[in-house]
C-alpha cells in the first residue's frame, strides 16, 4: 500500500519538477523479491494517478526497475574495487563481536589492507576516507556535515557479489540523471555514504532535501503497524484525492498566508522546496476531514453525485440491488452534499429511502423514544396523515403537534425522524419525510409506535 509520506515525497517532486520543465522519475527499488509484486507495482501507478500524478503526464518517466539495471551496477562495484575505492571483507558478525567485544559498535576496518580479491562469502565495503567532513548541500536542512571517521567503511556488494540498495540507488541515478533527491528524513543518514560514493565513481552529487518526518497524534512517527498510513485506505474511506493532495502538500510547508483550502495547480505555483521546515509535520486526521469536507462541498452536484456512486453499490450498500432508484438520489443528494465528511458517510444518510424498514440506531432510539414519545408519535402520525405531502406543510403539521406538546419543533421532531429514518442526525426531515412518500412514512410510524406498546 502506498504510504501517505511517499505521498507527501512523491507531490514535493513532482512540483519540483514542473515548475523547472524537468521530469519525475518513478523508480521501482525491486531488488528484495519478497517485497516485490506486480500489483503492488499497478498501486503504486494508480494512487499516484488518483493524486494527480499522472503517467500519461510528459512530465512523468518510468516506472524503471532497480533489477533491471543490475549489469551497470556490477560495472559500478568492480570500478570502485579496481580503482582502490573499495576492498573485499570476508568477517563474520561474530568475529567483529570477538574482536570489539561488542555487537553494537560498527566494523573496525580489519579487512582494509588484506588486499583479498573476490571470493564468495566475501563482500565488498566502501573505502570511507579517513579523515575531512563530507558535506551534503540539503535544500531544507542547509549544510548537515559528517565527519569522515565517523563513517564506518559500509558494504556495497553482498557476498554473492549483488550490489545493496545504497550503491544500486547511486548507480541507476546516475543513469537516470537525477538532479533533485526529495525524500523522508529517515534516509538523511544515508546521504553522506550516498555522496560519496557519486564523487568515487567521478560524478557530481544530486541536489538532496529531506523532508520533516510526519508524526501521529501522540507525536510518534507514522507507522503501517500502528496508525492508518495508506492512501488507498484513506481514498476507500471517501476522502477525495484533491483534498489529500491539498493536505499533503501542507505537512511541512505552508504557502505563507491564511489560505490552506486550495487547488493543487495554485499549491504547485507557489510551492518552493526550499520553504520547507524540518519540524516534524503531524497528521491531523481531524483537520483532513474538515478538508474533505469543504472540497465536497466545491462539487458540482453532478460531480458530487458520480463521487458517491462506489458507496451506493455493493458491498457497501445494505439494501437490494433492485430497490435502488437513481432518480430518487438524485433528488436528495443536494441535502447530502452539505453536510458529509467524507463520501462514505452517503450511505447512511440515504439508507432509509431504498430499505424496506429503516436501520435503527439503538442509542438514537433510546435518546428519542423517551416517557412521553408514543403520545408525540401518535399525534403526529394523525396529523400527518391529513397534511399536504410537500415539505412546507409537512413542517406546518408537526410544529402544531409540537405546539400542542408544548415543545420546540426540535425537540418533537426527534421521534418521528428515529422512526422514519433510523437515526437522530440525517437529512432534513420535512423534504425526507416528502421524498419517501406518504405511505412508507405513515407504516414506519404504525411500526414505531407498535414497538414502543411492545407489540
Same mark, same amino acid.
Given at each position: 500500500?502506498?504510504?501517505?509520506?511517499?505521498?507527501?515525497?512523491?507531490?514535493?517532486?513532482?512540483?519540483?519538477?514542473?515548475?523547472?520543465?524537468?521530469?519525475?522519475?518513478?523508480?521501482?527499488?525491486? /531488488?528484495?523479491?519478497?517485497?516485490?509484486?506486480? @500489483?503492488?507495482? %499497478?498501486?503504486?501507478?494508480?494512487?499516484?494517478?488518483?493524486?494527480?500524478?499522472?503517467?500519461?503526464?510528459?512530465?512523468?518517466?518510468?516506472?524503471?526497475?532497480?533489477?533491471?539495471?543490475?549489469?551497470?551496477?556490477?560495472?559500478?562495484?568492480?570500478?570502485?574495487?579496481?580503482?582502490?575505492?573499495?576492498?573485499?571483507?570476508?568477517? /563474520?558478525?561474530?568475529?567483529?563481536?570477538?574482536?570489539? *567485544?561488542?555487537?553494537?559498535? *560498527?566494523?573496525?576496518?580489519?579487512?582494509?589492507?588484506?588486499?583479498?580479491?573476490?571470493?564468495?562469502?566475501?563482500?565488498?565495503?566502501?573505502? /570511507?576516507?579517513?579523515?575531512?567532513?563530507?558535506?551534503?548541500?540539503?535544500?531544507?536542512?542547509?549544510?548537515?556535515?559528517?565527519?569522515?571517521?565517523?563513517?564506518?567503511?559500509?558494504?556495497?556488494?553482498?557476498?554473492?557479489?549483488?550490489?545493496?540498495?545504497?550503491?544500486?540507488?547511486?548507480?541507476?541515478?546516475?543513469?537516470?540523471?537525477?538532479?533533485?533527491?526529495?525524500?523522508?528524513?529517515?534516509?538523511?543518514?544515508?546521504?553522506?555514504?550516498?555522496?560519496?560514493?557519486? @564523487?568515487?565513481? *567521478?560524478?557530481?552529487?544530486?541536489?538532496?532535501?529531506?523532508?520533516?518526518?510526519?508524526?501521529?497524534?501522540?507525536?510518534?512517527?507514522?507507522?503501517?503497524?500502528?496508525?492508518?498510513?495508506?492512501?488507498?485506505?484513506?481514498?476507500?474511506?471517501?476522502?477525495?484525492?484533491?483534498?489529500?493532495?491539498?493536505?499533503?502538500?501542507?505537512?511541512?510547508?505552508?504557502?505563507?498566508?491564511?489560505?490552506?483550502?486550495?487547488?493543487?495547480?495554485?499549491?504547485?505555483?507557489?510551492?518552493?522546496?526550499?520553504?520547507?521546515?524540518?519540524?516534524?509535520?503531524?497528521?491531523?486526521?481531524?483537520?483532513?476531514?474538515?478538508?474533505? *469536507?469543504?472540497?465536497?462541498?466545491?462539487?458540482?452536484?453532478?460531480?458530487?453525485?458520480?463521487?458517491?456512486?462506489?458507496?451506493?453499490?455493493?458491498?457497501?450498500?445494505?439494501?437490494?440491488?433492485?430497490?435502488? %432508484?437513481?432518480?430518487?438520489?438524485?433528488?436528495?443528494?443536494?441535502?447530502?452534499?452539505?453536510?458529509?465528511?467524507?463520501?462514505?458517510?452517503?450511505?447512511?444518510?440515504?439508507?432509509?429511502?431504498?430499505?424496506?424498514?429503516?436501520?435503527?440506531? @439503538?442509542?438514537?432510539?433510546?435518546?428519542?423514544?423517551?416517557?412521553?414519545?408514543?403520545?408525540?408519535?401518535?399525534?403526529?402520525?394523525?396529523?400527518?396523515?391529513?397534511?399536504?405531502? @410537500?415539505?412546507?406543510?409537512?413542517?406546518?403539521?408537526?410544529?402544531?403537534?409540537?405546539?400542542?406538546?408544548?415543545?420546540?419543533?426540535?425537540?418533537?421532531?426527534?421521534?418521528?425522524?428515529?422512526?422514519?429514518?433510523?437515526?437522530?442526525?440525517?437529512?432534513?426531515?420535512?423534504?425526507?419525510?416528502?421524498?419517501?412518500?406518504?405511505?412508507?412514512?405513515?407504516?414506519?410510524?404504525?411500526?414505531?409506535?407498535?414497538?414502543?406498546?411492545?407489540?
Amino acid at each position: 500500500m502506498f504510504h501517505v509520506g511517499g505521498a507527501r515525497s512523491a507531490l514535493y517532486n513532482w512540483a519540483v519538477a514542473r515548475q523547472s520543465g524537468g521530469t519525475f522519475v518513478l523508480r521501482i527499488e525491486d /531488488t528484495d523479491a519478497a517485497r516485490n509484486k506486480p @500489483e503492488w507495482v %499497478d498501486g503504486i501507478i494508480s494512487a499516484l494517478a488518483a493524486i494527480g500524478i499522472n503517467e500519461s503526464d510528459p512530465t512523468f518517466e518510468g516506472p524503471y526497475f532497480q533489477s533491471q539495471n543490475a549489469e551497470r551496477q556490477r560495472e559500478a562495484t568492480e570500478r570502485l574495487f579496481a580503482e582502490g575505492h573499495a576492498y573485499y571483507c570476508d568477517c /563474520t558478525r561474530e568475529a567483529l563481536k570477538e574482536r570489539t *567485544g561488542s555487537e553494537h559498535l *560498527g566494523y573496525d576496518g580489519f579487512c582494509r589492507d588484506r588486499a583479498l580479491e573476490y571470493a564468495p562469502g566475501r563482500a565488498l565495503r566502501f573505502r /570511507t576516507p579517513d579523515q575531512g567532513e563530507t558535506v551534503v548541500t540539503d535544500l531544507v536542512r542547509g549544510t548537515p556535515t559528517f565527519p569522515n571517521n565517523a563513517i564506518e567503511d559500509f558494504v556495497i556488494a553482498r557476498g554473492d557479489g549483488s550490489p545493496v540498495f545504497l550503491l544500486a540507488n547511486v548507480v541507476d541515478d546516475l543513469d537516470q540523471r537525477i538532479t533533485h533527491v526529495i525524500r523522508g528524513e529517515e534516509h538523511l543518514s544515508n546521504t553522506p555514504k550516498q555522496q560519496l560514493m557519486w @564523487e568515487a565513481l *567521478g560524478a557530481r552529487p544530486p541536489l538532496w532535501a529531506h523532508l520533516p518526518v510526519i508524526v501521529n497524534e501522540k507525536r510518534q512517527k507514522l507507522s503501517k503497524r500502528r496508525d492508518k498510513v495508506a492512501l488507498e485506505d484513506y481514498l476507500v474511506e471517501g476522502y477525495l484525492p484533491d483534498a489529500m493532495a491539498n493536505y499533503l502538500m501542507l505537512l511541512g510547508w505552508g504557502p505563507g498566508d491564511d489560505v490552506e483550502v486550495r487547488p493543487y495547480p495554485e499549491l504547485e505555483r507557489m510551492f518552493r522546496i526550499e520553504d520547507v521546515n524540518t519540524s516534524p509535520a503531524f497528521f491531523d486526521v481531524k483537520k483532513l476531514t474538515a478538508f474533505n *469536507g469543504e472540497y465536497i462541498r466545491a462539487l458540482s452536484p453532478e460531480a458530487f453525485v458520480t463521487a458517491c456512486a462506489p458507496w451506493l453499490a455493493a458491498p457497501y450498500a445494505p439494501w437490494r440491488p433492485d430497490a435502488f %432508484d437513481q432518480g430518487v438520489f438524485e433528488a436528495v443528494a443536494p441535502l447530502a452534499q452539505t453536510r458529509l465528511a467524507l463520501l462514505s458517510e452517503i450511505t447512511s444518510y440515504v439508507d432509509f429511502l431504498f430499505l424496506d424498514e429503516p436501520v435503527h440506531d @439503538e442509542p438514537s432510539w433510546n435518546k428519542a423514544m423517551k416517557p412521553g414519545a408514543a403520545e408525540l408519535l401518535g399525534d403526529a402520525r394523525a396529523t400527518l396523515a391529513d397534511a399536504a405531502w @410537500e415539505p412546507e406543510p409537512l413542517k406546518a403539521a408537526m410544529e402544531a403537534v409540537a405546539a400542542g406538546h408544548g415543545l420546540k419543533l426540535g425537540k418533537a421532531q426527534a421521534p418521528v425522524r428515529v422512526a422514519v429514518m433510523g437515526r437522530t442526525v440525517g437529512l432534513p426531515l420535512f423534504e425526507s419525510l416528502a421524498t419517501l412518500g406518504r405511505d412508507r412514512t405513515l407504516a414506519r410510524l404504525d411500526h414505531a409506535l407498535g414497538r414502543l406498546a411492545g407489540e
